[in-house]
Each structure stands twice: as C-alpha cells, then as structure tokens.
C-alpha cells in the first residue's frame, strides 16, 4: 500500500500511554494520548513542568520507544519498534535539547557537522560547506571557528540549532528552545526555526514556557498531568 507522501500525518499519535518504572514502582506518566500533526505544521506544547511534555518528546524523536497505543512518524510505527527502527527513524528527526549539548572540544563548524553524520554520502569539504551555510543561517557566520566556551549561551543554544536543521530534517522537535535566551535572541530564534519551517516544509512540534514565541504556532496543545487537555487552539495573531 503506497501513502501519499503528502496525506500521511508528519506525526499521528493515537491511545499512547507511558509508564516510568516497573511493579510497585510503576507510574503511569501519559495517559491516552491522541495528536496528529500535519507536514509543514509548527505545533507548540506548553503545560506545568513535570506534566510529560520532554516524555512526549523523547517518543516522538525515537530516543525511546513507546510501549502502548500507536506512535507513527511519517507513517512509520515506533511502538514496539526495534533498536534499528528507532536509530533509523531518528534520523528523520533534528532535535534540540534543552541543554545545548555543544561538544567543548570542537569549533562550532565542527559541532553543527555533527549533525550531517547520519548521511554518509557528503565529502569532508560538503559537511563543512553545509555547516558553515547553516550557521551564517543563524547569524554566526563570523563565529564559525569559535569554541563553545567563547560563545555567549544564545549563540551557543543557535549552534545547537544550526546542528539540529543541517540535515534538513523532516521533523524538528524542540524542547524549550528559547529558555536560556534573552528575548530579541529568542525571538530571532523561533522566526528562524518558522523560516525553514516554511522553506523546507518540515514539521515542529515545540515544547515551550514562552508566551512571547506562541505567535508562530499553527496550533497550540496544552498538555497537563499527562494529558492533552487542549488539542487545537489557534494562537491570537500578536
């Protein structure tokens, strides 16, 4: 059965529920949990913190398998998914971690090439053109053989970015992206991640606790003790 590239949800969550821990000790952390985001979609997440938005995410991204319900990025399941799916799958994804995760004993081109690993078949000399390109993207073209330590925490959080978005990804999932910004680079962030959501027409799905960014949502879900208590606001034109 061949899908249509273009029909077939970017993401589409159905009856998932998570637990940590096992026995006595098991804790259900997502209850229920039913979402479909569409490709080119820029969806952000918000709720309290420890309400299961970064477990939604690390499920989503392939970092950790679902184990009941149904998960599907670009149509392929994860639940139940083995090692091998779940690295393969990931490659679809450019995820950006709250904490930036820079590598300290590489330059910043060097870091955002990591990003390019997964496809084997650029030279040496591409991987650095790319990096290069996508960091001038970000506004650190002139910060190209910086080390992390001589980076400011925004410039280092965009390094982070321009690594996550080298690959042109399918799917960019964010969590707290803007949180060690100021507001002009948060912004400046999130108008960049919009940009390419367009250009490239990949999907976001975007964990916040940032007001100031909700303005380039598509759609906004709420998600509170574990589950999605609101699917589909539409966010307020600023």
């Known amino acids: 059965m061949h899908n249509n590239h273009h029909t077939t949800p970017a993401i589409s969550i159905h009856n998932l529920d998570h637990y940590f821990g096992t026995g006595e000790l098991r804790k259900q952390v997502l209850f229920n949990i039913n979402l479909e985001i569409n490709r080119g979609e820029i969806v952000l997440m918000t709720g309290p913190s420890g309400s299961g938005k970064t477990t939604l995410l690390t499920l989503v991204s392939g970092l950790r398998s679902p184990q009941s319900g149904s998960c599907k990025i670009l149509g392929k399941e994860l639940c139940g998914a083995s090692q091998a799916e779940l690295v393969q799958a990931r490659r679809n994804n450019g995820y950006i971690f709250q904490a930036h995760n820079l590598h300290r004993s590489l330059t910043a081109t060097e870091n ?104 380039i949502a598509d759609r906004i879900v709420h998600l509170e003790d574990g589950k999605l208590v609101n699917n589909s606001i539409k966010p307020v034109a600023a």
Do not use: F, W
């Not at 591409?126 to 910060?143: N, T």
């Not at 978005?165 to 799917?171: E, F, N, W």
């Open 112 to 215: 955002v090439q990591m990003g390019l690993e997964v496809h084997g078949n650029l030279t040496k000399q591409e991987r650095c053109d790319r990096s290069v390109a996508m960091l001038e993207h970000v506004g650190l073209g002139s910060h190209v053989n910086y080390y992390p330590e001589k980076l400011s925490g925004g410039q280092k959080q965009r390094v982070a970015i321009a690594r996550a978005l080298v690959a042109h990804p399918a799917i960019v999932l964010a969590d707290e992206p803007t949180a060690a910004l100021d507001s002009k680079s948060g912004r400046d962030v999130v108008n960049l991640m919009q940009k390419l959501a367009r250009e490239q027409g990949c999907t976001i799905l975007l964990v916040t606790h940032d007001n100031r960014i909700l303005d």
